[in-house]
Every structure is written in structure tokens, then in C-alpha cells.
């Protein structure tokens, strides 16, 4: 993309001083006034209401925040696999609620990558057809999508497994391959939901250090819920869920 492309996008407010020059920064993943309420028992649970939270291209954002305050389904709305019961998502500038499933679910698979607290992957298969697979079902060739894998892998330091199965991986061997796979297909929005609660703490710093570089280098934008004081520490801002709403707090 050239400057003059660039200079066009609508400026992103309060950008962080960051890797990126702050005109560079263009708003990825926008959630407005998100609203999530599920039935209970005891009258509605309104989990997410008046929601709102910009990430910019580059940008590391850490969700902190405690156990049922709403991290997970943060992700979810914004991660366009569950629908908000109000507001608006926006992805890479495209409000969600103006697309029909299809469209929607395509939005999903280019741009969004998803990294869980455990790895998910697929058991029967290799590491390397692990992070190929999902990207031929968003339409890439089996070389294409061969070429990006090894590409990831070899740049998380973890090529020299592609050929072992999840089971035959260590701890954050497994998560790494997770982080190839949710990045291979090139997306704009990275959202991780506790992606190192897994890990021993060395582990967890090693793993999350692969991330961080991955996220500077791509200018990818990326929600990372964390319980991990030090790694939010890390990142550019942080925010939490309070009563609903997505609030900044400072992490020392
Ligand atoms: N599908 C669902 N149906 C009903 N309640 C749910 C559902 N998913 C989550 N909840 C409730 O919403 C609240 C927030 O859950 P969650 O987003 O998983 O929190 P966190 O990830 O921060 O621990 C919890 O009280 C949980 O029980
Ligand atoms: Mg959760």
C-alpha cells in the first residue's frame, strides 16, 4: 500500500506512539455500543452492554479482566461468531450486521484469527497440515497454502516440527502451531482468549514474545485476554469489563 493510500483512511484517534507511524494506523476491529444478553433464570444475563473498543492496525491491546466478567464472549462478538444483540461490529471498516451469513462467515475466515487457551488442533494431523487446512477452506491452493505455513512456522521457530502430530508437541510447541495457524491466512484482527493460561510461566513469556514480534512485524491488531499482569504490562494498553462496558485500566 502507498503512503497516498494511507494518508485516505479516516484517522485513528489517540494511536498509540507505537512501531507504526500514528498516520499509518488505520482501526481494524471497531466493536459499537456491543450489546450481548443471555436468557437465565433469575431475568436476562446482560453480559455486554454499551460495549465499545477500537484496535488500530499494530496495535496489542490485553483484556483483563475476572472470571464470568464477559472476556470470552468479547471475543466471540468481535471474533463475528456470535451476533451481538445490539451495536455494531466492524472489521477491517465492514459492519458485520450488514452481511448476510455467508459474507459474514467469509469476513471470519480472511481477516479474523482465532487462538484459544488450549491449542485445538486437529489430533490426527500433522503441524503443518494443522496451519494449511483452514486455509484452503478460506479458497487458498494446497501450495499456496503450503508455502504460507512453512513460512509461519519457520518464523515462530517451530519448522523443524511440521512434520509431528499435536500429541508429539510440548506445551508451547502446540500453542506456537496455534499461532501459525490462526496467522497464516494473513488476517487483520488476531484475537487470543488466554493464549498462555496454559503454559508454565517460561514457557508462557517465550510463547508470548513469538506473538509480540509477529504482531510488530505484520501490523496485525490483536485482543489478548490474559489473567497475566506481566504480559498485559507488555502490550500497548489494557483494558477490562466492568459491568458490561469495556473500560481502560492502567497495569503497572
Ligand atoms: N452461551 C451462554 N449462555 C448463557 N450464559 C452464558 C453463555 N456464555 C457465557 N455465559 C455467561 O456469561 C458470563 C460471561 O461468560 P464469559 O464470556 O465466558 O466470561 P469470561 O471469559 O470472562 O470468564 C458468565 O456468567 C457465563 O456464565
Ligand atoms: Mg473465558
Avoid: C, W
Wanted: a negative charge; charged letters at 25%; aromatic letters at 4%.
Amino acid at each position: 500500500m502507498s503512503d497516498g493510500q494511507i494518508a485516505e483512511e479516516a484517522p485513528v484517534d489517540a494511536a498509540p506512539a507505537g512501531s507504526l507511524k500514528a498516520e499509518a494506523r488505520k482501526t481494524a476491529l471497531a466493536l459499537e455500543d456491543v450489546a450481548r444478553v443471555y436468557p437465565a433464570g433469575r431475568g436476562p444475563l446482560e453480559v455486554l452492554r454499551h460495549a465499545s473498543l477500537s484496535v488500530a492496525e499494530g496495535e496489542m491491546v490485553a483484556l483483563v479482566a475476572p472470571s464470568g466478567a464477559g472476556k470470552s464472549t468479547l471475543l466471540h462478538v468481535a471474533g463475528l461468531l456470535e451476533k451481538p444483540d445490539g451495536g455494531e461490529v466492524l472489521v477491517d471498516g465492514r459492519a458485520a450486521s450488514k452481511l448476510g451469513d455467508e459474507q459474514r462467515t467469509a469476513l471470519r475466515r480472511r481477516h479474523i484469527g482465532f487462538v484459544y487457551q488450549f491449542h485445538h488442533l486437529l489430533p490426527e494431523f500433522s503441524a503443518l497440515e494443522n496451519v494449511v487446512l483452514p486455509q484452503m477452506i478460506a479458497g487458498l491452493s494446497r501450495s499456496e497454502a503450503t508455502r504460507r505455513a512453512r513460512e509461519v512456522l519457520t518464523y515462530l521457530r517451530i519448522e523443524t516440527r511440521a512434520t509431528h502430530r499435536p500429541a508429539e508437541l510440548s506445551g508451547g510447541e502446540q500453542q506456537r502451531v496455534a499461532i501459525a495457524r490462526a496467522v497464516a491466512n494473513a488476517p487483520k484482527v488476531l484475537l487470543a482468549d488466554e493464549p498462555t493460561g496454559n503454559l508454565d510461566p517460561t514457557t508462557a513469556s517465550h510463547v508470548f514474545d513469538a506473538l509480540k514480534v509477529l504482531v510488530r512485524e505484520s501490523g496485525l491488531a490483536a485482543l489478548i485476554a490474559t489473567h497475566n499482569y506481566a504480559l498485559a504490562a507488555e502490550m500497548d494498553r489494557t483494558v477490562t469489563i466492568e459491568d458490561g462496558a469495556i473500560m481502560p485500566v492502567i497495569v503497572e
